[in-house]
């Protein structure tokens, strides 16, 4: 049986997240955060094997390094973590022997939209990242956004290196950029986690979009990630 809290019970993907794990007979369900807790205080009381979090990117950090410390084994749904934050959790987990997964996104279609993102830059010399999510969405651009511009610029580092003769009237209106690719962020109601890549070349545009209509589709991809977790250490 493995033993899990949830830190963000009471958010939309910590509530699907507390329904998913009820539903499954080798996860038991032993505590939860809410805003204003002391995940510290309740690892101690509940001693979990994992913890998932979708809490917030001001937080997300300390609750990472509260379990890598307290030697549970985190699945982190939350974006916002930086790369130089990336890297210390790394450091720590690895001198605690901990595994920790970061998830940009749990959902099957949005890893396949990345990977076959990553095949299409082999063959096209721009490309621009279109991200959409709802207005509640703490941070821009999406942990998917930035994952699917590091997996282009691995295999096509030249990507992009041409330079437009434009200029911005509007500070920002060609987006933000990683890796020299550009990546606009929406924010709007009615949206979930949407995601279009679009290529272009000589005479021709690919489109590779990914959307999420409900948030049911990233719960297989956290279950997975629970049952996994302790054993990538």
């Known amino acids: 049986m493995i033993k899990v809290v949830v830190s963000g019970a009471t ?3 910590g509530a699907q997240t507390v329904k998913a794990i009820e539903s499954e007979r080798d996860i038991h369900l032993v505590g939860v955060t809410r805003r204003g807790d002391n995940l510290r205080d ?20 300390d609750n990472t390094k509260a379990c890598i ?17 990336l890297k210390e959790l790394g450091q720590l987990a690895k001198q605690k022997k901990v595994a920790v997964l970061v998830v940009p996104n749990f959902a099957i279609g949005a890893v396949l939209m990345m990977t076959f993102a990553a ?42 290196t041409h330079v437009l003769e434009s200029k911005e009237s509007i500070p920002g ?27 272009g070349g000589i005479g021709q545009t690919l489109s590779i979009r990914h959307d999420t209509i409900s948030r049911e589709s990233f719960m297989p ?5 629970i049952r996994k977790v302790r054993h990538l250490s």
């Open 173 to 199: 209106a060609r987006g933000g950029k990683r890796h020299r690719i550009p990546i606009h962020s929406v924010r709007l109601p009615g949206y979930v986690a949407h995601q279009e890549v679009i290529f």
């Open 42 to 61: 309740t690892l101690a009381a509940t001693k979990p094997d994992v913890v998932v979090d979708f809490t917030h990117p001001s937080c997300v950090y």
């Open 11 to 13: 958010g939309k993907m």
């Open 119 to 160: 095949q299409a830059a082999k063959f096209m010399p721009r490309v621009e990242i279109i991200e959409y999510h709802h207005d509640q969405k703490a941070d821009a651009p999406s942990g998917t956004a930035l994952k699917t511009a590091d997996m282009i610029h691995a295999v096509n580092a030249s990507i992009d």
């Open 69 to 85: 410390e307290a030697g549970v084994f985190p699945v982190i749904g939350t974006t916002g973590l930086t790369d130089d934050q």
């Open 221 to 225: 991809g956290v279950i997975l990630s």
